[in-house]
């Protein structure tokens, strides 16, 4: 018993040599796919180029460290006393998640809506507001007031610093978003009054020479009409004097 040999799957009707004619061409169906993988390559638009991650581990580092400086500086100028009969409320470390957590929001709106560099994220958002904020602190200062025996009011603290801190993370995000957008509007606005400008300096220009022409050609037709009537004139002088000299 002899195996049939697999069948061939059919051809496509763009592959077919008879669909290959000049009326087809006309139509367009040749080189489709050429044109289309064209189309999309022309308009995907720049394409970023991904960072070394050595490069974005230094900029993290970098930003971090300068975070942590900060916060820390912070930190002394508003230092917490801590007792077993008294605690204070860590103002230092609760305005400093609060005012990282708005600079970390505002950054997040405004890179939604324009384009920026590869180091800026690493550095400002990870680096810089990820070293400056801290909720490993607002856990240990948390729990040193429960030890001390003031519970109600580390559950507060800690409630507060929550709400303020996603709060502020929603409103930086909008008023960035918002800050970037009348950026945006306002360099398409410059552009556009520059090109305005631009069509208007093109118009004049055009409109001089346009004057300029007519002017040249008015001056060529009167040179013209004056030699006309210095040629008429120098005519009947010619021949009022060969009726004189015949006479």
Partial sequence: ??????????????????????EMAALGFEGADEWETESETIGSGPVDVPWAWWKIALMVAAGGALGSMLRFVITILAPTVTTPTLVEVPWATFWVNAIGCLALGALTGVLEVRRAGPWVQPLLGTG????????STVVLEGSAMIGADFPLKAFGYALLTVVVCLGAVVIGMLAGRRIAQRMAEGSRGQRDSRGQRDSRGQR????????????GSRRQRGQR???????????????????????
């Fill in 1 to 22: 018993m002899t195996s049939s040999p697999d069948p061939q799957p059919p051809a496509s009707r763009r592959d077919d040599p008879r669909m290959q004619t000049a």
């Fill in 128 to 135: 810089l507001c990820g070293g400056f904020t801290t909720m």
């Fill in 204 to 215: 004049g220009t055009r409109d001089q020479e346009g004057s300029r022409v007519r002017r």
């Fill in 225 to 247: 009409r004056s030699r006309a009537q210095r040629d008429e004139a120098g005519a009947d002088g010619t021949e009022s004097t060969d009726e004189g000299s015949a006479t």
